[in-house]
């Protein structure tokens, strides 16, 4: 049926499962024994719920678990029997009901393959319902849950197509929470593909009217808005969007590493700020979205914190910078000296003097020499015209 505005979504495909195959996937470092063995009770739970007979194949395969042959068959023998039921409704409406039941009929279809894993021929299904729907909020719907399906079973080609569909079909009008969500669906895409920029924007967007239940909790939200806003929004807007936000504060307390994360790089007390981004790490390596984005984040954070405090001074005493972060000068002469070489600090370190000086770049200077450089080539190609013209 059509999802009305502000009503529940049904989980389907359940993300969360990505969650549980994710930290089962993960060593002793960042899932315990019994973490694991919850995380594997709860995952075959839910697969023997929903009869997903082809991923309990893919985990007993990847965590070399023993394949229960007749639970295998059950299920499949149940999906059977379910699909033929489902097929005579479908017939049924064709021959005596109307367009609205046999469009309901085959979104049962689409959604029962979805539901079981069939990705594939849940896509086909959806296209077949999607022929016989009328309104946009049932066209949307259908298109969001294709985007969760491609994001369930990694299929970046479905995501994309459907985003795009989603935004021209809210061009055409659309509610308010539909448009809401769908800026949910992009900042994840965002996030896998590590575009931290746009998925701040995305997520800071939504924060305040969130309604995308489908996908994550409002914490978790939360969680992925201070963690790509941290690394991108400039300072001055700490305050404002992230420190005093209303919505970040109701449920910041639940995430107390990320609050003492974004406070301590605005207030500039670098000791307690790494400490928290030690604690933000190890956070981000138990999330199936952030893991694969930790050592970069923690990288640019760094990169981030070291810039904002050279920024304050012309030159600073090594040990005083180290101090200042709580490391050992012979450690930050290491950082400091490989950022340099990668060209993301703009100081060079006197290691005679112990000193590291800032070394601005001159915005004037590189727009003079960049206008010289673009009228040489300007010159260049009308002395070329004229000579052809002139020939």
């Not at 309604?211 to 939200?221: I, K, M, Q």
């Not at 992925?224 to 005093?244: G, H």
């Not at 981000?284 to 694969?292: E, G, Y």
């Amino acid at each position: 049926m059509m999802v009305e505005e502000g009503a529940a979504v049904e989980k389907l495909p359940d993300l969360n499962l990505l969650q549980l195959r994710f930290l089962l996937s993960q060593g002793p470092s960042v899932c315990s024994d019994a973490e694991r063995s919850a995380a594997k009770s709860a995952l075959l739970g839910a697969i023997t719920k929903d009869r997903q007979a082809l991923l309990y194949d893919a985990v007993c395969a990847q965590f070399g678990w023993e394949r229960d042959d007749a639970l295998a068959q059950r299920m499949r023998a149940q999906n059977d029997d379910a699909l033929r039921e489902l097929d005579a409704k479908i017939k049924d409406a064709e021959e005596n009901l109307g367009e609205s039941e046999i469009r309901e009929a085959l979104l049962a279809r689409a959604n029962f393959f979805s539901r079981i894993g069939e990705k594939d021929k849940a896509v086909a299904a959806f296209a077949k319902a999607m022929e016989k729907s009328v309104a946009l909020g049932h066209k949307l719907d259908i298109v969001f849950t294709q985007i969760r399906l491609g994001f369930f079973h990694g299929d970046n080609d479905l995501v994309v197509r459907n985003i795009d569909k989603a935004g021209a079909l809210l061009e055409q009008g659309g509610d308010w929470d539909r448009k809401n969500r769908l800026k949910c669906y992009k900042g994840i895409q965002a996030l896998i593909h590590r575009d931290f920029t746009e998925a701040a924007n995305q997520f800071l967007d939504t924060i305040s009217t969130f309604s995308a239940y489908e996908l994550f909790d409002y914490v978790t939200l939360v969680k992925y808005t201070v963690i790509t806003a941290v690394a991108t929004l400039p300072r001055v807007q700490f305050i404002e969007k992230l420190i005093d936000s209303p919505e970040i504060l109701s449920v910041i307390d639940q995430l107390p590493h990320l609050r003492q994360l974004t406070t301590s790089l605005y207030n500039s007390d670098y000791s307690q700020f790494l400490v928290a981004l030690l604690s933000t790490i190890n956070t981000m390596r138990t999330d199936w979205l952030l893991s694969a984005h930790s050592l970069y984040f923690c990288r640019e954070m760094r990169v981030r914190a070291y810039s904002q405090m050279l920024e304050s001074y012309r030159s600073v005493q090594l040990s005083s910078m180290a101090l200042a972060f709580g490391v050992s000068p012979d450690f930050l002469d290491r950082e400091l000296s490989r950022f340099i070489s990668l060209g993301r600090l703009n100081c060079v370190i006197d290691k005679v003097a112990g000193i590291v000086e800032t070394n601005r770049p001159d915005s004037r200077n590189a727009m003079y020499q960049s206008t010289i450089k673009t009228g040489d080539a300007l010159l260049n190609r009308v002395h070329k015209l004229s000579r052809v013209i002139c020939s």
